[in-house]
């Protein structure tokens, strides 16, 4: 077997290496989302400190809990305390979702656009990673985003009498939108043609 031959490394010309190289300026925002995912990491521990407390007994936790759930504008949530568990777990499904999120950008959006992570041997690589582009990066985004307004719509609706007919309306055709919107996204990329082999050369 030809042994493998080392990457090669042309020579680009001024203008054109310095327009390459500006890809590394997004990485400042990626490193930007590392810190809110670590934003996120924090509000999780706190709302989930805020559960056991409240599980055990804790009145201080009990009534943090219930000033979080209550919607803008009402003065406090009539519910029960299984309703109350299920609002809380509700809103720590939604950070780690939004935490997945980041995740995806973070990880996909690098590979994608700044550069080569070379994860191909590593048994910890994510799945979606091996066959990552900006095509298929925007249709996992979608469908993120539309779980986690299926999560928010979810919270509503198990809290329905604490909102205004309105809001119930209006967060149900937002999410409609985010799924029409999600399969607009993935059928135009259904039929968008398949970039082909460079110089017309075919294996």
Known sequence: MAALLPRSDPQLKPLPRLLFMSRWLQLPLYLGLIVAQAVYVY????ELT????????????????LRNATPVGAQTIQAPPETLVMLVVLGLIDVVMISNLL??????????FVSRMDLESHPDQPEWLSHVNASVLKVKLATAIIGISSIHLLKTFINAASYEPKVLIAQTVIHVTFLLSALAVAAVDRVMPLPGPPNGKTH
């Open 43 to 46: 509000y999780f521990m706190i």
């Open 50 to 65: 805020h559960l056991v407390e409240a599980a055990f007994g804790s009145q201080t936790a009990l009534d943090l809990i």
């Open 103 to 112: 995740i995806m950008v973070i990880v996909g959006g690098y590979e994608t």
